[in-house]
């Protein structure tokens, strides 16, 4: 029986060490992998033999297999993902908006004005000059050439952000769609006495994902299953169940699309004004605050220039003493439609 017993002593410490190799090896084979978390063996002694003078060890066996976790760090991760999903999609758009207006290589509206305003104090000192005259017609030209592309670039670029945040709401649907089918997978899991440890980094993987795209919080219920909220509360995940976000146009914002929560009662509820944070953020505030404050400045330049040099140019007198004309087409006061009325 001694030696019987020394056997099965032996198998368990074979066995148990062999489960710790291939959990190491696991770990080895994902280190590179987004989202793993390293997974630990806990050990624990057989039941004992009662014997004489006491009880006789049995050896051991792996008790369980977990994941070394941290849920603090986890959030704090969660959160400044959130962030990071805002700050790249607003650095990313403003990247773009960047070279539309040419000013770093001498061919924007800065320049424009500069050679406008030159031409125009040549025609002043010389007004019988006509190759001054031509100069001066072709610098207007150049000029209201520039806003109006720039105007037409800030439209093209605010649809194109606006076809990113229709992208990103559907992206975000995919992973809420994706965290509900792990939660049905871990608990059925979990319910067997399993730890579905790798289970758990994939839905924390793409409850990363989701937190990139829009603020987001969780809790986790006794069966293994996360209810994921977003914004100030709105449910998107609960257990095996999800709800939608829709891009809806806004009439009120020229049609472009405001993300909305539909709760499945055949209303939708506005959340673009409360997302704090995530690339959805980040997206809104460029396309509705950034583009908009750029095009209200170009169109304040472009009716100050109108305004300014019809007055002036009405008060003087043409070469055949034509008189009250106006320079630039007097309707034209926005960047997109200024334009130069003489030839």
């Known amino acids: 029986m001694a030696i019987n017993r020394l056997v099965e002593i032996g198998k368990s410490a074979l066995f148990t060490a062999q489960q710790a190799i291939t959990v190491a090896g ?3 084979a994902n280190v590179n992998t ?3 978390s390293r997974q630990e063996v806990t050990l624990a002694e057989n039941r ?3 014997g004489s003078p006491g009880q006789i060890g049995t050896g051991v066996h792996t008790e369980s297999i977990r994941r070394a976790f941290d849920s603090f760090v986890d959030a704090q991760l969660l959160a400044s993902r959130e962030r990071l999903g805002e700050f790249t999609a607003s650095s990313n758009s403003l990247a773009r908006l960047e070279p539309l207006f040419g000013d770093a290589n001498n061919q924007g509206i ?3 004005l500069n050679e406008f305003f030159g031409a125009l104090q040549d025609v002043a000192t010389n007004p019988s000059d006509l190759s001054a005259r031509t100069v001066f017609l072709s ?3 150049v000029l209201t050439g520039r806003l109006n592309q720039s105007a037409a670039d800030l439209t093209a670029a605010q649809e194109s952000i606006d076809r990113q945040v229709g992208q990103t709401i559907t992206d975000a649907n995919r992973l809420t ?3 509900a089918d792990l939660n049905i997978k871990i608990a059925a899991a979990e319910s067997r006495g399993q730890h579905a440890n790798d289970l758990r980094d994939q839905r924390g993987v793409a409850l990363a994902g989701l937190g990139e795209l829009i603020e987001v919080s969780s809790i986790e219920d006794a069966t293994g299953q996360l209810t994921v909220f977003a914004g100030r509360g709105q449910v998107l995940v609960d257990k095996e169940r999800t709800y939608q976000l829709v891009g809806v146009p806004d009439l009120g914002n020229n049609g472009l699309l405001a993300v909305h929560y539909d709760a499945g009662t055949g209303a939708t509820t506005n959340l673009s004004s409360v997302i704090q944070s995530g690339k959805l953020k980040g997206l809104l505030d460029v396309r509705d605050q950034t583009i908009p404050s750029l095009r209200a400045s170009l169109d ?9 040099v019809n007055q002036q140019h009405r008060s003087g007198f043409g070469l055949d003493g034509s008189t009250n004309l106006d320079f630039f087409v007097p309707t034209g006061t ?4 200024m334009a130069v009325s003489l030839t």
């Open 34 to 36: 987004p989202g793993y």
């Open 177 to 179: 769609n994706q965290i």
């Open 48 to 50: 004992p033999e009662n």
């Open 334 to 337: 926005t960047a997109g439609t």
């Open 300 to 308: 304040t330049l472009a009716s100050e220039v109108v305004t300014q």
């Open 139 to 141: 610098k207007a030209t």
């Open 110 to 112: 800065g320049a424009g």
């Open 26 to 28: 696991h770990n080895i």
